[in-house]
């Protein structure tokens, strides 16, 4: 599917942007794991969060879907059946990784694939502390890519230095070590996003966090969880499209409401603060530990280039992209490097913004780790590839509603990965 976004006049209005795509997953892996029924509210129905729901079916969760709230029969850490057939994963990172901390600990024996995308992202980062708790997984490259197949046994504990701060490693090795009574730690010298923890805290986990010179969150497992109501805020990551939109188009203002604003996930917001722009957040409260709050964002045409550096990334390492985008209509250079990890994502995102920004005339140098983007650069258009990665597609949408003859995004489809009416929303606030 090709679509085409034109030059806008002003974006005006106020969204509910989907349900955030961290939690919705979550909400239904972690509450398989307690004994009784938990209730999810307002879960986003997209691509790889439906892949979710389809694999903990297979696991032999009941998932009752009434509207949107989801009702999630949880199998007391061990009551999962073993899977018929091949768990496919479809697009998503998230379900694989932290599905493989769960299964590690299964007693029965599962296998996993993805489609041409997730086969070729990296496992390893998983696979190896999980080994290294007892896990036995083989697959391609020595298990370090899908397809996986995994004989599931008795855990053991492990303190683990998370290097990368990824959060999908993090959650992974807690899940596991929900299922030994030995300690499993997980230290971080960057904090990633925590929403595993909170989660598992307020279902009564045994788990201790702390605080000082480095992140260390630890757990005890073998313990009874209790189910939870979750109501799922808005998508910090999809709500950021629509932000940076309100800032570079001229007279727009834009207020998004219920979004999560967990300091682990809204560094982008940070970030456009830092550059000048002006974003307010109101209305603040706090649900099941994670913050919410509405946001407004007006435009602000005296934007600065910033720097992002490696501490900068795990709190926004999603919006990079976008914020390269905003950064073309900042006044200097904005300078992003510590971001290799954007190179095994759906797509390489750092070569999917270089080259879309080259085919359309925009001024960038690549590098390793990031990119140096001109600023202030008028923007002629012209036809950009997705790579069929949702956040590219949707990145440069918003970059179409200040070109002067339009951006063609190509295989714009792959959106329904995370924010299926995308299109729709774009249409109802922008005016022409």
Do not use: W
């Amino acid at each position: 599917m090709e679509i085409k976004i034109t030059k806008a006049r002003q974006v005006l209005g106020e969204l509910r942007v989907p349900s955030d795509k961290s939690i919705s997953h979550r909400s239904i892996i972690l509450t398989s794991l307690a004994k009784g029924e938990s209730i999810v509210k307002n879960f986003l129905k997209a691509g790889d969060t439906l892949t979710t729901v389809s694999v903990y079916r297979s696991l032999g969760v009941e998932i009752k879907e009434d509207g949107d709230i989801f009702r999630v029969k949880g199998v007391n850490l061990f009551g999962y059946k073993e899977p018929e057939d091949i768990l496919d994963m479809g697009n998503s990172g998230t379900t694989t990784r932290l599905t493989l901390g769960l299964v590690s600990g299964q007693n029965f024996f599962s296998a996993m694939t993805g489609d041409d995308s997730l086969r070729k992202r990296p496992m390893a980062r998983v696979v190896d502390p999980l080994r290294e708790m007892n896990a036995q997984i083989d697959g391609r490259e020595e298990g370090h890519l899908l397809p996986l197949s995994i004989r599931g046994q008795e855990l053991t504990g492990i303190e683990f230095f998370n290097k990368k701060s990824s959060a999908q490693v993090k959650s992974a090795l807690l899940i596991a070590g929900c299922l030994t009574d030995k300690c499993v730690s997980v230290v971080e010298k960057i904090k990633s996003r925590d929403h595993t923890e909170k989660m598992l805290f307020a279902m009564g986990a045994d788990i201790q966090i702390e605080e000082k010179e480095r992140y260390k969150v630890s757990i005890k497992g073998k313990k009874e969880l209790n189910p939870v109501e979750i109501d799922v805020p808005a998508d910090p990551s999809s709500a950021a499209f629509f932000a940076a939109a309100a800032a570079i188009v001229p007279d727009s203002e834009i207020l998004l409401k219920d979004v999560l604003v967990n300091p682990t996930r809204d560094g982008f917001y940070r970030k456009l603060k830092e550059m000048g722009a002006e974003v307010f957040y109101i209305n603040e409260k706090e649900k099941v530990g994670e913050k919410i709050a509405d946001i407004l964002v007006k435009y602000s045409p005296d934007m600065k280039g910033i720097k992002i550096t490696k501490e900068d990334v795990p709190s926004m390492v999603d919006e990079i992209p976008l914020l390269a985008i905003v950064a073309t209509q900042a006044e200097g250079e904005t300078v992003i490097t510590g971001a290799e990890e954007l190179r095994v994502k759906e797509s390489d995102r750092i070569k999917a913004v270089v080259e879309n920004f080259k085919r359309i005339g925009v001024k960038v140098e690549e590098l390793e780790d990031g990119m140096i983007i001109k600023g202030k650069q008028k923007i002629k258009g012209g036809i950009i590839d997705s790579y069929h990665d949702h956040r590219i597609a949707m990145g440069f949408a918003i970059l179409g509603l200040i070109s002067e003859e339009g951006i063609t995004i190509k295989n714009a489809d792959c959106v329904f990965i995370s924010y299926p009416n995308f299109f729709e929303d774009l249409e109802k606030v922008v005016k022409h």
